[in-house]
């Protein structure tokens, strides 16, 4: 089988810690970053990387460093509250970072000019918080820049302009982006930065609490690993072109990004609704006429993964490759820019029919930055074995994009994804596709009711099910899943399907 070639479309986004070889880069970005300002000196950087390479981060894209920032460990008591940049970085070497502080403090980032608007600096102040969690501090702690004060200074002080910020009253690209990200005021100090012009030197002391960390004592904590899902229950209306197309599925995206959300989950096949402008009266003719799409859908949503910072499933799509069999795939869109794809396993006799669909033949489990998951199209998670092979991989989420036309096959996808859940103990999510496109032969009507699935258990939800939409509206439904909790029901749960298998009379073999 020929596939179509994913790495001509992979732009990987990279948060990693920064090296040696990045300090030019670094400093160049400076001066296109803060022009007027004194930017690092080569010793400075250098400094940073001898006594605290893991506070400092570089965001690089593509292969090229877009972002920077870096930090030290303190203890914020000993320090003045009205404490200048200088005297907390030491003059910009760092020689007072203390490893047996409590503070993380970040004393730069920045974003190149030509990167802004792809969450460059909301995942270096991630890697900051992750960070933060990992040594168990108690906070992070920023001098931050009001560039925009130099506006409105003859006409309010520095405590009004924050407070209109934090208003939205005024939009102030440091202070606005902080606040989004969870910092919290502490104060502001004069006379930060003698060079901040655009600020007229003043900063905002601003706080993000560790909500994890573990003070020494006595007390007893569980740790918690949630996911966040974005389920889009898509509606399948007539459009005009792949245009209309892609700005549903943005809006959807965005959505999804501005819950918090680790996965935003696409139905199966819902590319489909390209038919509905082609006016081909044949449906094999006009799955073939779709598939011609399949770059520009690979492009659309790697580019809305990556500057949404949101891992995508995205649906299915019906691809032709170089076989000229035609696949029913669903691709999995990383936020990194990097790109995996699942093909369907077991095609149903509609599809074969109207549509000539060809079979996949591996079944693959996916590393992502929470954890492995897997992907079962529709007809495929009504075959327990193929969920129960995944678990074995590792997978903790098995995602099911689906399109059914009535509720019985609704049902079939709904009840096969529910049982699922409760024979493996993972979590399933089921996406499907709503609405009518008349005169669209083979995927005229559509019935669903999107839903996100857990075992049944004391810890998890009620009635094991995480959330679920309302059926045959378009809307999306945002859930939680904790894969902490599923490692511990494994272990100590009221019954442990896993661990209490019968391997010395059954088992499943994978083939491949």
Known sequence: MSELDLSKFEKRMIIRNTKQEDIDGIIKMQNSCFPGMEPWKPDQLESHLEIFPEGQFVAEYDGRVVGSCSSLIINFDEYDDRHSWD??????????HNPEGYNLYGIEVMTHPEFRRMKVGYRLYEARKDLARQMN??????????????????EM?????????????IYDPVLSFQLRNDFTLMRINPNYLPDDL?????????????????????R????????????????MRKIKSFEDLAHQVEYFTDVAADAGSDFAVFPEIFTTQLMSFMDEKSPSLAVRRVTEYTEQYIELFTDLAVRYNVNIIGGSHLVKEEDDEIYNISYLFRRD??????YKLHITPNERRWWGISRGDELK????????????????IEFPELARIATDMGAKIIFTPFCTEDRQG????????????????????????????????????????SGIFAPSDFEFARDGIVGETNPNIEMVMIGDVDLEILRRQRQDGTVRQLKDRRHDIYRIQYKK
């Not at 005297?87 to 007072?96: A, E, H, K, L, M």
């Not at 904590?221 to 898509?234: A, G």
């Not at 489990?365 to 495929?380: E, L, M, N, P, S």
């Open 87 to 96: 005297d907390v970085t030491d003059g910009g070497y760092i020689t007072n």
């Open 137 to 154: 501090l108690k906070s992070i702690i920023i001098g931050g820049r009001i560039p925009n004060y130099h506006l409105h200074a003859e």
């Open 157 to 169: 002080s520095p405590r009004e302009y924050v407070r209109q910020v934090a208003s939205h009253k």
């Open 198 to 218: 655009q600020s007229n030197k003043y900063a905002t002391l601003m706080e993000w609490n560790n909500v994890d960390y573990q003070p020494k004592s006595k």
């Open 220 to 235: 007893f904590y569980k740790t918690s690993n949630p996911v966040r899902i974005c389920v889009v229950q898509y509606m």
């Open 337 to 342: 820019g990097t790109i995996d794809k699942q």
């Open 365 to 380: 489990v996916f590393d992502t930055d929470c954890g492995k998951i897997a992907i079962q199209i529709c007809y495929d």
């Open 410 to 449: 609704y049902l079939r996808v709904r009840y096969c994804a529910q049982a699922r859940a409760v024979e493996n103990q993972v979590y399933t999510v089921i996406s499907g596709t709503v609405g009518n496109l008349p005169q669209t032969e083979n995927m005229d009507i559509q019935y669903a009711q």
